[in-house]
């Protein structure tokens, strides 16, 4: 295969990969070109892998009424003590002073079998 | 000058755009439905606690999103601490490389487990493509990160979890 034909069915699997691209455009690979062996594996286990993908997240919906009981914990919580806000914050965050950037630390949630992301450490 | 009223507004926007992202990605790590509400109940009320801790308001998206699923992760490690059956035990331990994943596990629950594996900025980044349907730009938008981020961490992301199926089925094999 030549480099271009390489080129292309790999942007096409990235464009659809990307959300750019149509899923049908990187099935069409299959049919189109001449691929090898390898290129024929990788994208069919890249389309295999996104059905899979695609069907596990999405399994994940709301229970009904979700929303609502969130927007009312959260509003309980802010209006409780421990949802008392410094207006330091408010004018902070609402860009009347920013802060010099940093790192965005998480509050102390991190579980401890988890390492915390290191930007460009992946 | 700003006003607590203007920041709880925009806070609560912010949850309400992004509740249905925040409950995905406890579901990922709990498998519950209950839990997974509670886990973004509580992760919600930790972020509004904890904004002076933000410095980019254009990261509070991702931001909530990875305190829900550490929280979900630490809800999850207490589930297990409760656990005294060894067959239990063993159903909700997702990263026991040493234990085969029963023959009869959901595969759904499977993906779940190894989507769990991930890095936080990956799997929200493929919650986001894959559960939401948006497109690099968008994902980019709603995290306040560059599309070239974005795309590094889709398929850092895509990449990981070809190689965990692949180490599952050789395991698999060699049982």
Redesign the interface.
Known sequence: MSYEANDQWEETLNAYLEGRGLRADAEDLLMRLHLSPDDRDQIERSLRLTDELTLTLREAQPPAGAQERLVDGLAAHMNSESGAMDPGVVNRLLGQSPAPRRATPLPDVMAAEESPDVPGKE | ????V???Q???RK??EN??LF??IA??ILGD??E??DA??A???????????????S?VVG?VA??TR??A??LR?KRRERATDDEELAALDP?AHDVPLAEQAD??EV??RL?AQL????AIV??L???E????P?IARRLGMTDNAV??????G?ER??QL?RNRVTRKAGT
């Open positions: 000058m700003a006003s607590v203007e920041l709880r925009w806070f609560e949850v309400v509740q249905r409950y995905a579901y990922q439905a209950h997974a509400e973004v109940q992760s919600v009320c930790k972020g509004w606690s904890s904004l002076g801790e933000l410095n980019d308001p990261a931001w990875r305190i550490h929280t992760i630490d490690r990263g595969e759904r993906m779940r989507i890095p936080d900025n990956q493929i919650t493509r894959f559960y349907g948006l497109d690099g968008a795309r590094v961490r889709l398929h850092r895509l979890l070809e199926l």
